[in-house]
């Protein structure tokens, strides 16, 4: 099963020797450390207040206040405001304008990868399945990626139709947080509900298939600056590392293994999360992290190959 699910990913079926020395476990990690590190953050600084009485930033990740200067609030939730209530306030849609500006540049889900508390909870249960080869219990059955999606369009719709913010009543992302404050047991139940999907309902079920929060920011990222690049793909060893630790890996073979239909070497697609973890894994150094503006993503390879 784990073997069709890798070729059907554009996992190559038999990987090869490796001709380069497998990376020291730093090397191998240093990503998902940044990235747990910058969770880990992000959340503190959310609860410094409820629970040391530091107000650095009140509020959470749906709205939130920083040191009393600058107001974020989450374009999803400003969208499915403006839906239910057909206004929203100048504050409001500028900080929503703020942190949409900044996933248009740095790619809609690195939220996912960066910021979502959700996630680590999500990539818990993943590393659990396969350590202990858990089988799923759809088995092959495959929901379509795009039903988040879906999702997404029926949070909206019933923003407009009920006159108020319906996502947010069973975001996990909204309850994990407000357990941590109030501790209202019904967000850990949502957070253990997650983990549960993901660990023997569907793999990656949650955020590859059902959230629409990183679907609306994979929408908002479409055009985004920073992408990965399998700038080095001729070095390729087909090993697959890269495809068995990618939460999408449906995103990576384009890119890597394109060369010969003329494709470019960056990874376009929205449903990145720039996590990096190609990046970590990969021995050979194909994958890199780049800025590049929306007309010069078709670029050569550092090997010199088509683009």
């Known amino acids: 099963m784990r073997r069709g699910a890798e070729l059907a990913a554009g996992m190559p079926a038999a990987p090869p020797k490796r001709t380069a020395p497998r990376r020291s476990l730093w090397r191998r990690n240093r990503w998902l450390v940044a990235r747990r590190a910058s969770q880990l953050l992000v959340l503190a600084l959310f609860l410094l207040g409820p629970w040391a009485g530091v107000w650095i930033v009140r509020g959470n990740l749906a709205s939130s206040d920083w040191l ?3 107001s974020l609030t989450d ?5 499915q405001t403006l839906l239910a209530h057909r206004s929203i306030s100048g504050t409001a849609l500028l900080g929503a304008a703020i942190v949409a500006g900044a996933y248009m540049v740095l790619g809609g889900r690195s939220y996912c990868a960066w910021v979502c508390p959700i996630n680590p909870v999500t990539d818990l249960a993943a590393w659990l399945r396969i350590k ?6 759809l088995g092959r059955v495959k929901p379509d990626r795009r039903l988040r999606y879906a999702v997404l369009g029926v949070a909206l719709g019933l ?3 009920l006159g108020s913010v319906v996502w947010e009543t069973v975001n996990p992302i909204t309850l994990l947080q407000r357990a ?10 949502a957070v253990l509900a997650v983990f549960g999907l993901d660990l023997l309902v569907l793999p990656r079920g949650w955020c590859g298939h059902l959230c629409p929060v990183g679907a609306f920011y994979g929408v908002l990222g479409r055009g985004a600056m920073l992408h990965v690049s399998a700038e080095n793909r001729d070095d390729c060893t087909r090993c697959g590392d890269c495809f068995r630790v990618c939460p999408e890996p449906q995103v990576i073979a384009p890119a890597l293994y394109g060369a010969a239909q003329g494709r470019s070497p960056v990874i376009e697609s929205a449903a990145c999360i720039r996590c990096a973890r190609c990046l970590d894994v990969c021995d ?5 992290l780049r800025l ?3 007309g010069r993503r078709k670029v050569r390879g550092a090997n010199g190959g088509p683009p």
Not at 75 to 79: G, K, Q, S, T, W
């Open 284 to 288: 050979e150094d194909v994958f890199r």
């Open 159 to 161: 923003s407009a139709l």
């Open 292 to 294: 590049l503006a929306p």
């Open 132 to 137: 202990l080869r858990l089988p799923a219990l």
């Open 68 to 70: 009393g200067l600058l």
């Open 180 to 189: 941590l404050v109030f501790g209202v047991a019904g967000g850990y139940g």
């Open 75 to 79: 374009p999803f939730v400003a969208l």
